[in-house]
């Protein structure tokens, strides 16, 4: 095994328990939830979706291009988004019987489909090119989030050590894609990349600007004391 295939795999292996752990982090919401310490109306149901979606293309693409690394990570990807969207689908529901049967049966027989139809019939490449647009948008939902942060100046809204993670795990995706030559899996990671640098350059302006501002409002405090 050549030096490069070995540096390729270790990307790879880190990239999988990076992304291991952010497939997990969903967690927190799913308990808040459950908790009713959430809304579930605020609960991220249409992202998870798109995940899960992301996740089966992403499965086939490896399947098709014979590359583990990739169709592994979103196997154990794939199995923690369906755990979550289900938690918070059936507490949506409220346990009716009916309504989870229809959902488990709606949801086997078109992501299936939607599997077999890709794998069977759509070229590794067109899929590939589908699962980067999709990855994109993944990264991409953040941004709502960065907008509040800039109005409200509250910086506690970006969690910096999942930024931080999100950061390693896009870079080592994106190693990995430059070694492996494969621009459909490089591409969006440079994006989630620059998201990821992008929201840590926020947090740190906000944050050294209300340090700022605390010493100032101390003043006045005192002042009016």
């Known amino acids: ?3 490069q295939e070995i540096v390729k795999k270790i990307f790879g292996w880190v990239g999988t328990a990076l992304s291991s752990y952010f497939f997990f982090a969903p967690i927190i919401p799913v308990l808040k939830i459950i908790k009713g310490k959430l809304d579930i109306k605020d609960a991220p149901y249409v992202l998870l979706f798109i995940s899960l979606l992301n996740c089966i ?4 693409y490896g399947l ?3 590359d583990f690394a990739v169709y592994l990570t979103n196997i154990i990807g794939g199995a923690f988004t369906l755990i979550w969207l289900t938690c918070i689908i059936l507490f949506l529901a409220k346990m009716k019987i009916l309504f989870i049967i229809l959902y488990i049966l709606s949801l086997i027989i078109g992501f299936c489909g939607i599997s077999i139809i890709f ?3 759509v070229p590794a490449d067109v899929t590939g090119i589908i699962v980067m ?3 994109i948008l993944v990264f991409a939902a953040p941004l709502e ?3 509040r942060v800039i109005k409200t100046y509250e910086y506690q809204l970006i969690p910096i050590f999942s930024t931080l993670g999100a950061f390693c795990c896009s870079l080592c995706w994106t190693m990995y894609g430059v070694y492996q030559k ?3 899996i490089y591409a ?3 994006g989630g990349l620059a998201l990821a640098i992008t929201q840590i350059i926020i947090y740190l302006i906000y944050y050294f600007k209300n340090e700022k501002k605390m010493p100032e409002l101390e003043v006045i405090n005192n002042e009016t004391e």
């Open 57 to 60: 293309l992403y499965i086939d």
């Open 133 to 135: 647009v999709i990855s």
């Open 119 to 121: 794998y069977l019939f």
């Open 145 to 147: 989030k960065l907008y």
């Open 64 to 66: 098709l291009k014979n």
């Open 1 to 3: 095994m050549s030096e």
């Open 188 to 190: 969006p990671n440079i």
């Open 182 to 184: 494969d621009y459909k």
